[in-house]
T-cell receptor, first 111, second 116 residues
Framework: QQQVKQSPQSLIVQKGGISIINCAYE??????FPWYQQFPGKGPALLIA?????SEKKEGRFTISFNKSAKQFSLHIMDSQPGDSATYFC??????????FGSGTKLNVKP | DGGITQSPKYLFRKEGQNVTLSCEQN?????MYWYRQDPGQGLRLIYYSQIVNDFQKGDIAEGYSVSREKKESFPLTVTSAQKNPTAFYLCASRTWTSGGADNEQFFGPGTRLTVL
């Protein structure tokens, strides 16, 4: 079964709006939660990451919110721009440094 | 120019053929990974290697094989036993540090494999 569940599958946001992508997990052994950005035909690139002992991490327009008790974490993209249009993946690291990925969210920012 | 290279970018395979996807990194990373990406399913781990001459199966290893004879190279062979190999294949690497350090995983540009 999928270890990390991601929603929504696709998202359309107007330029300047806030994009929010959510992920949930069950395995409490996960100890590191990165978000990746992928453009068509390219490999994913690390965007931002968080440890479960932190409730929020912000880097520029990108913020991760982490709720350990609910086993949920989310990516917020403030002031979304057309250049942010890409597929976003959440992930979680488990034992032996194995990473488990969500199914991806395709973001389209309308100009 | 440091990074991960994958070749070829596109690969076509006839049914029943084995094909090998190349992954090379010059980042001096210890760990290397192979993922398969299908639409709507995210990335699924095929094999990973934490050190030269050692590798472990991931979640979907059936029909695939790997080798890790050199630190910088981690080729993936898609065998005829893999019934549905058409997918986008991604190689990744990261520094291996015990204790769970947050070392970034770097991805290559991918190989798109199509079975004819």
């Amino acid at each position: 079964q999928q270890q990390v569940k991601q929603s929504p599958q696709s998202l359309i946001v107007q330029k300047g709006g806030i994009s929010i992508i959510n992920c949930a997990y069950e395995n409490t052994a996960f100890d590191y939660f990165p978000w990746y950005q992928q453009f068509p035909g390219k490999g994913p690139a690390l965007l931002i990451a968080i440890r479960p002992d932190v409730s929020e991490k912000k880097e520029g327009r990108f913020t991760i919110s982490f709720n350990k008790s609910a086993k949920q974490f989310s990516l917020h993209i403030m002031d979304s721009q057309p250049g942010d249009s890409a597929t976003y993946f959440c992930a979680a690291r488990g034992n032996f440094n194995k990473f488990y990925f969500g199914s991806g969210t395709k973001l389209n920012v309308k100009p | 120019d440091g990074g991960i290279t994958q070749s070829p970018k596109y690969l076509f395979r006839k049914e029943g053929q084995n094909v090998t996807l190349s992954c090379e990194q010059n980042l001096n990373h210890d760990a290397m990974y192979w993922y398969r990406q299908d639409p709507g399913q995210g990335l699924r781990l095929i094999y990973y290697s934490q050190i030269v001459n050692d590798f472990q199966k991931g979640d979907i290893a059936e029909g695939y094989s790997v080798s890790r004879e050199k630190k910088e190279s981690f080729p993936l062979t898609v065998t005829s036993a893999q019934k549905n190999p058409t997918a986008f294949y991604l190689c990744a690497s990261r520094t291996w540090t015990s204790g769970g350090a947050d070392n970034e995983q770097f991805f290559g540009p991918g190989t798109r494999l199509t079975v004819l």
